[in-house]
């Protein structure tokens, strides 16, 4: 089974250019979380997709930054325009969350390397 | 921000020895889990211990969770080489969906 694809791997852009990074999560998984990893520091989440629906996307900078999951599948992660502070890897993950169970594990993509000039 | 603190921020072991590591967090949670990031990949989920849980085994991995302390412990017993990586525990809080990681601990094992 294939799991959570990223694309690109790594991105070198100038500032205040646009970026757009490319998820499709573990096949079945309806929720969907796009995180941002700075250097030496452990993912914060930006966004959360349960399907199509944004549940929660309270950390993600909404003046440069936008998302979307049509068809509650792949999903798309934009940067418009790009800052110097925007160098980090984003990572895509996806689960299947077992509310009967009531616990979330979550599988996690290679990510994409983000380097702002 | 970031719900947990690793301690250490960084661990170097001889191949065979045991590593541990520790987790501090803030809230009240529903479960606690820990991650594997090896260089440049991405995180890898290793174990999870609900808040009701005292101690959890999974091969060589033993972790343990004190919810009066708000603290849990990650042992990985005969480390070996390919155990070099980043470590990082999370916590999904209570009623929610969300993980929150700590900022990891590097364990190095040298061979």
């Known amino acids: 089974e294939a799991g959570v694809v990223q694309s690109p791997r790594y991105k070198i852009i100038e500032k205040k250019q646009p970026v757009a990074f490319w998820c499709n999560p573990i096949?079945?998984?309806?929720?969907l979380y796009w995180y941002r990893q700075n250097l030496g520091q452990g993912p914060e989440l930006l966004i959360r997709y349960e399907n199509e629906e944004a549940v929660d996307d309270s950390q993600l900078p909404k003046d440069r930054f936008s998302a979307e999951r049509l068809k509650g599948v792949d999903s798309t992660l934009k940067i418009q325009p790009a800052e110097l502070g925007d160098s980090a890897v984003y990572l895509c993950?996806?689960?299947?969350?077992?509310?009967?169970?009531?616990?979330?594990?979550?599988?996690f993509g290679p990510g994409t390397r983000l380097t702002v000039l | 921000s970031q719900q947990g603190e690793e301690d250490p921020q960084a661990l170097s072991i001889q191949e065979g020895e045991n590593a541990t590591m520790n987790c501090s967090y803030k809230t009240s949670i529903n479960n606690l889990q820990w991650y594997r990031q090896n260089s440049g990949r991405g995180l890898v989920h290793l174990i999870l211990i609900r808040s009701n849980e005292r101690e959890k085994h999974s091969g060589r991995l033993r972790v343990t969770l004190d919810t009066s302390k708000k603290s849990s412990s990650l042992l990985i017993t005969a480390s070996r080489a390919a155990d070099t990586a980043s470590y990082f525990c999370a916590t999904e809080e209570e009623y929610g969906n969300k993980l929150v990681f700590g900022a990891g601990t590097i364990l190095r094992v040298k061979s």
């Open positions: 993950a996806s689960s299947d969350f077992r509310r009967l169970a009531g616990y979330n594990e979550q599988f």
């Open positions: 096949s079945g998984h309806n929720t």
